[in-house]
């Protein structure tokens, strides 16, 4: 079956860069998403990367992904202390393309000023 | 509406009643998708609509959970018989249609079950 994982815990300084990584076992997922979650609010996509993909960047993120090894990574540059959240990993259900979400278990990124 | 909205924020009831909640989706989105958060088991699915019906209900837990969309708009979950574990945040989310669709989220609705 599918599953998705992380690693749950980030540590970084203000201004250093954060690199979440994930890893997925479908490899007929179509789609990977990053999703933050700040306290209490719910999911905001940050971005998303089509499987045929291998980098994307968008502002200060940078999503790389290695579908040989079904890896797939966040780079958050310039770590600012609002970047403090969970950070999910999510793939598409691809075989099907319900648009059905499998996540991860989440990243808490905490950011030291 | 301008996002996905949810209601109640917060529920807070006792072990062995039923509850309702209730997700108001994006106008014009056609499908529509609840999730739970828990701490045991993270972000699960639970089950999608597109339009009406329900192609998707594998990630229901248990028959005490069911869910119906009316009028291509507002959906409900309900859980009945609640239980401790049923404590969670359900999520909803909708998007334009399926697949690659970004699907937009809603705040959650905290359960508490005692």
């Known amino acids: 079956g599918e599953d998705v994982e992380q690693s749950l815990f980030l540590s970084v300084r203000e201004g250093d860069s954060s690199v979440i990584n994930c890893t997925y076992t479908?490899?007929?997922?179509?789609?990977l998403y990053w999703y933050k979650q700040e306290p209490g609010a719910g999911l905001q996509l940050l971005t998303y990367?089509?499987?045929?993909?291998d980098m994307k960047q968008d502002q200060r993120l940078t999503v790389l992904l290695n579908k040989k090894d079904k890896h797939l990574s966040l780079r958050i540059a310039d770590t600012q202390t609002g970047d403090s959240a969970i950070y999910f990993c999510?793939?598409?259900?691809?075989?099907?393309?319900?648009?059905?979400?499998?996540f991860g278990q989440g990243t808490t990124l905490q950011v030291k000023p | 509406g301008a996002g996905v909205s949810q209601s109640p924020s917060n529920k807070v009831t006792e072990k062995g009643k039923d509850v309702e909640l209730r997700c108001d989706p994006i106008?014009?989105?056609?499908?529509l998708y609840w999730y739970r958060q828990s701490l045991g088991q993270g972000l699960e699915f639970l089950i999608y609509?597109?339009?009406?019906?329900?192609?998707?209900k594998s990630g229901l837990p248990s028959d005490r959970f069911s869910a119906e969309r009316t009028g291509g708009s507002v959906s409900t979950l309900t859980i009945q018989r609640t239980q401790q574990e049923d404590s969670a945040v359900y999520l909803c989310?909708?998007?334009?249609?399926?697949?690659?669709?970004?699907?937009?989220f809603g705040p959650g609705t905290r359960l508490t079950v005692l």
């Open positions: 479908d490899s007929s997922s179509t789609y």
């Open positions: 999510a793939e598409s259900h691809g075989s099907s393309n319900t648009g059905k979400l499998i």
């Open positions: 989310a909708s998007s334009p249609g399926l697949g690659a669709d970004t699907q937009y």
């Open positions: 609509f597109q339009g009406n019906s329900a192609p998707d």
């Open positions: 106008s014009g989105h056609t499908a």
């Open positions: 990367i089509f499987s045929n993909m």
